[in-house]
């Protein structure tokens, strides 16, 4: 698995680096339909992992969670795909443009719900989001 992420993790050279904050809070974020809580720790976030720094592919693969990630998390693919709980989805940055042509290629995606989860970063004011997995990547 190491192997796996280092030739495909790093950056993709057609989206512009993002400017980020990582969250100064701990927060939670459960995962269905696994039913299963992540407490995600703030000093504990890596800047040095798959997905953008501080997302939910990296609190999915820190908990141990399998999350297909076939791009390495670098917005090439649509494989880490999720449902965004309804209660949430208005409250979350929009997606940019390369993550909503990427949601094009996903399994089922849902206007409003559907989003990236190596391009979903996580701030202190969402503590508690919940997202679903589609069937297909369980």
């Excluded at 512009?16 to 927060?27: I, M, R, S």
């Excluded at 407490?39 to 976030?45: G, M, P, Q, Y």
């Excluded at 501080?54 to 791009?71: T, V």
């Excluded at 089922?108 to 969402?126: E, N």
Aim: proline residues 7%.
């Amino acid at each position: 698995l190491k192997l796996y992420k280092q030739i495909m993790a790093g950056t993709n050279p057609y989206i512009e680096k993002a400017e980020f904050e990582l969250p100064l809070q701990n927060y939670d974020v459960t995962f269905l339909p696994m039913q299963k809580k992540v407490a995600v720790l703030s000093e504990k976030i890596t800047t040095e992992s798959d997905g953008l720094p501080g997302s939910i592919l990296n609190a999915a693969l820190e908990a141990g969670i399998d999350m297909d990630h076939s791009c390495g998390g670098v917005c090439a693919c649509s494989t880490c795909h999720v449902y965004v709980h309804p209660d949430w989805a208005e409250k979350l940055p929009e997606a940019d443009s390369m993550e909503e042509d990427m949601l094009f290629f996903a399994h089922d995606p849902k206007p409003g719900q559907s989003r990236l989860t190596c391009q979903l970063k996580v701030s202190d004011a969402l503590d508690g989001l919940i997202v679903q997995m589609p069937e297909k990547q369980i």
